[in-house]
């Protein structure tokens, strides 16, 4: 497919504009730009900063993607947006650079961000990751493969949500949430496992019955976490997923998301 531009589309000296992108009414591409191939962006998008976006991405009318953090932390310098392939970003989504000079702030591949989505300084996004509606990143965030937002979703700073879990409609985060697991409320906590998306990424049902029990002793018993992850590494020293959810919990930094005794 040829490259296509409106006429009416702002692309400063020094962008990088790569074969079959499709270019709307009234875009702005900024000079420290690049967009991949077959790229395709709706009338009235803003990309600026040093921002890469991947090959076969589209983002859809008023995004605004690559701005300056809006973090007051900010002293000047180079920050980083990059944006993987074939991701999709709808309407007035928002992607802010990194605060600290040198940092990135980064969405993975084949992820679809709805509209009205925020996705704050140093965040980490990873692949196959779906935010509905109006979900809110801090900073710092790191989100992990194949996660599913509901809508209205608030994530505080610097927390993570592991691999596969799903976040309910209008739940906040403020604790990290455990790989594989459907987390709701405000603060969020896990209630069960997210069975579903599991058996949507190809986790086998001997997997899926592994995490159900070690969600039990997680999150059902009355052990501590300690003697909880103690208990899973002996029982499931060779269960990928229980390993995840026990690397995850051992490095959490703002503490595992449990329910209250």
């Known amino acids: ?146 996660v599913v937002f509901g809508g209205l979703v608030g994530v505080h700073q610097f927390v993570r949500i592991g691999r596969m879990a799903m976040m309910g409609a209008t739940s906040k985060a403020v604790q990290d949430i455990a790989p594989y697991c459907l987390a709701d409320g405000s603060p969020a906590q896990p209630v069960t496992i997210n069975k579903v998306g599991m058996q949507r990424n190809g986790r086998s049902e001997d997997a899926v019955s592994a995490v159900t029990k070690a969600f039990r002793i997680l999150f059902r018993s009355s052990l501590t976490l300690e003697a909880a992850l103690t208990q899973l590494e002996q029982e499931y020293p060779n269960v990928a997923e229980v390993k995840d959810m026990i690397q995850f919990a051992r490095t959490s930094e703002r503490g595992l998301a449990r329910p209250k005794p």
Do not use: W
Not at 41 to 47: A, I, M, P, R
Not at 63 to 86: M, P
């Open 1 to 146: 497919m040829a490259t296509d531009i409106h006429p009416t589309a702002v692309i400063e000296a020094g962008a990088v504009v790569e074969d079959g992108c499709r270019i709307g009414a009234y875009c702005v591409i900024g000079a420290n730009v690049r967009l991949g191939a077959g790229c395709r962006l709706h009338s009235h998008v803003v990309v600026d900063g040093h921002t890469t976006v991947g090959p076969g991405c589209e983002i859809f009318s008023f995004a605004c993607i690559g701005k300056q953090t809006q973090d007051l932390k900010y002293k000047g310098g180079v920050c980083y947006v990059e944006i993987g392939s074939n991701t999709v970003l709808r309407e007035y989504v928002t992607v802010h650079a990194a605060t600290t000079a040198g940092n990135t702030t980064s969405i993975g591949n084949d992820c679809h961000i709805l509209a009205y989505n925020h996705v704050a300084h140093e965040c980490k996004v990873g692949n196959h990751v779906i935010m509905s509606n109006a979900c809110q990143l801090a900073g710092h965030v790191t989100v992990e493969d194949a």
